[in-house]
């Protein structure tokens, strides 16, 4: 067998083991596998390529290698679980990053690459990667807080990008040489700095909350990036996995709208939090009935079943270790004790699934919204730590701003315990008349603190 | 048929794949998910090992040197990070 047939195959088989290993991502009892699986496949694509390119120089290449593997894991190593979304979306940078350096080398080594595959490509390649990268570091510095988590606008916003993508198409047409031939060499400068720009500007009027959707969209991006260098450097593989990477961003970004009950344009041109006519002087007006940790130990030590709804709060608080030790100790004394995930909870989409899963709860006792809401009718207490709006029952008022938003249906259950630290809006603004229902009761404070409380207390049953 | 459809045919055919795959993750393992695909997007390496293996000169060298840190950094750091969310999934 020759070498380049047998090249070839291995990249056919890196491409099989790609699709298998995210198939394994199907249940979590063999997601590990598979995530092992797609690393192998990625080994292998890089020793075919090793073996297919003629090595002028390996002294770069093994430089490169051995500073990104370092820095990538050391971070993998370090990052806590609540800085996941943080953490995607630096990686997702240097992912697209790297996308668009591979297509700007291509187009500097040929610039008179002309109306072609070739050269579509590259821009292409250029263009996404360089959002991406750009737009991937702002949306990290809003999460982390060193930019404002609130949109920056500024007047003529939407002119300005509107004409910016015109400039990029009209730039990449002239440096195609459509208008006629000259040295594109600096046109194609300008076009790269268009494209990092355009990335800073699409971020900066999207709110904090938002920037988990713009990560996954982000995310989606970068494969379509490493599927345009496959396209310019003529490699199925990149182009495969490229694409499985864009299907998958763009399924997660359709998933998280779905959650939050908006499009994608309503959460990429803003214009959330509509709160007119809403008297944000009566949020949190009328009278609740409040419990402290004594009288909620009580509600739930004697009941047969619990449903725990964890939200942003819980995460922000950093109680899921509290919370788990709840959950056990209700446990032991043979409470039927279980979690309801809504698809928006925690930081990204299967956030709180990773803390609540780092914590040591149990993957099997985690329900997502579909499996659980019809429960709770059947549930005698329901315990809410930290969420407000997938629990507001207003989403089934049409007139409502979260009208026909999917929300748990914890109204329903015998009794509600609402673990929050203020009767405060959520990220909707708008109050909610869970927390004053008959058979809701408010345990006010800290979730770290309170849960702390609760273990206490709960031991303390007889 | 071209270059340009067979690559077209290839890049469609995944996606749609890719799209059958990806819709049946449970909710449960979507952050992981994103992780995953993330560290897979780093296939740029491929590209990026092509560009720095043939520079002949400095220009091709630093873009193809920091292709390969950058695409480094995300497959490397996404599949061990990833790996760390998984190996927390347990059942008891």
Same mark, same amino acid.
């Given at each position: ?14 491409? $099989? ?11 979590? @009892? ?40 370092? &820095?990538?894991? /050391? ?66 510095? +809003? ?26 198409? &009209? ?53 379509? @990036? ?76 004697? /009941?047969?079943?619990?449903? /725990? ?15 788990? +030790? ?11 004790? +279980? ?32 499996? $659980? ?39 329903? @259950? ?13 990220? @909707? ?18 979730? +770290? ?8 207390? $709960?031991?303390?049953?007889? | ?60 060298? =630093? ?17 061990? =990070? ?11």
């Amino acid at each position: 067998m020759n070498a380049d047939l047998l090249v070839e195959l291995t990249y056919l088989l890196s491409a $099989i083991l790609f699709v298998v290993g995210l198939k394994q991502l199907q249940s979590p @009892a063999t997601a590990r596998g598979g995530n092992a699986l797609a690393s192998f496949a990625m080994l292998l694509a890089i020793v075919a390529t090793l073996v297919d390119t003629d090595i002028l120089g390996w002294t770069g290449i093994l430089v490169g290698v051995a500073i990104g593997g370092i &820095v990538g894991g /050391v971070a993998a190593r370090k990052v806590e679980m609540t800085s996941m979304p943080e953490m995607v979306g630096v990686f997702n940078a240097f992912g697209g990053g790297a996308s668009a350096l591979v297509a700007v080398a291509e187009f500097l080594n040929l610039p008179s690459v002309g109306l072609s595959t070739a050269g579509v490509s590259m821009l292409l390649g250029t263009v996404i990667g360089g959002v991406t990268f750009s737009g991937s570091f702002i949306a990290f510095a +809003k999460l982390k807080g060193i930019l404002t988590g609130n949109p920056i606008t500024f007047p003529g916003q939407d002119a300005t990008n509107g004409l910016l993508v015109v400039g990029t198409l &009209v730039l990449g047409a002239m440096i195609l040489g459509v208008f006629g031939g000259q040295d594109p060499t600096t046109l194609f400068y300008a076009f790269c700095g268009i494209s990092l720009l355009l990335g800073i500007l699409l971020v900066i009027p999207i709110g904090g909350s938002d920037m988990p959707v713009v990560i996954s969209l982000l995310n989606s991006y970068s494969g379509l @990036a490493a599927s345009a260098a496959g396209f310019v450097i003529g490699n199925m593989v990149l182009i495969i996995a490229g694409a499985l990477v864009g299907a998958s961003g763009l399924i997660l970004t359709q998933l998280m709208c779905k959650g939050m009950n908006r499009s994608l344009a309503n959460v990429v041109f803003g214009g959330f939090g509509g709160t007119a006519g809403i008297d944000r002087a009566q949020i949190g007006q009328r009278p609740v009935m409040r419990a402290d940790a004594e009288a909620v130990a009580a509600e739930l030590g004697y /009941v047969n079943s619990v449903v /725990v709804v964890p939200g942003y709060g819980l995460a922000v608080a950093q109680a899921q270790h509290e919370l788990r +030790k709840v959950g056990d100790l209700l446990e032991a004394r043979g409470v039927d004790v +279980k979690y309801a995930i809504h698809p928006v909870a925690g930081r990204m989409p299967g956030h709180m699934n990773v803390l609540l899963a780092e914590a040591d709860v149990s993957y099997d006792k985690l329900y997502d919204l579909d499996e $659980i809401n019809d429960d709770f009718s059947r549930t005698d207490a329901v315990l809410i730590v930290g969420a407000n709006d997938v629990v507001n029952p207003a989403s089934r008022d049409p007139k409502s701003v979260i009208a026909g938003m999917p929300i748990l249906d914890v109204d329903r @259950a015998r009794r509600v315990i609402v673990m929050k630290r203020s009767l405060s809006p959520g990220f @909707a603004g708008i109050d909610n008349d869970l927390f004053y229902a008959d058979n809701t009761l408010m345990f006010f404070g800290d979730a +770290k603190d309170s849960m702390g409380d609760l273990v206490r207390e $709960i031991r303390e049953l007889a | 048929m071209g270059e340009l459809m067979i690559g077209l045919y290839v890049f469609v055919l995944a996606a749609l794949a890719g799209r059958e795959v990806i819709t049946k993750v449970p909710p449960t393992l979507h952050t992981p998910l994103m992780s995953g695909a993330n560290a897979i997007s780093g296939i740029a390496i491929v590209g990026a090992i092509v560009v720095a293996g043939r520079a002949d000169g400095t220009t091709q060298m =630093v873009l193809g040197v920091a292709a390969i840190t950058m695409a480094t950094i995300n497959v490397i750091g996404g599949f061990m =990070v990833t790996d760390r969310m998984l190996s927390m999934f347990r059942k008891r």
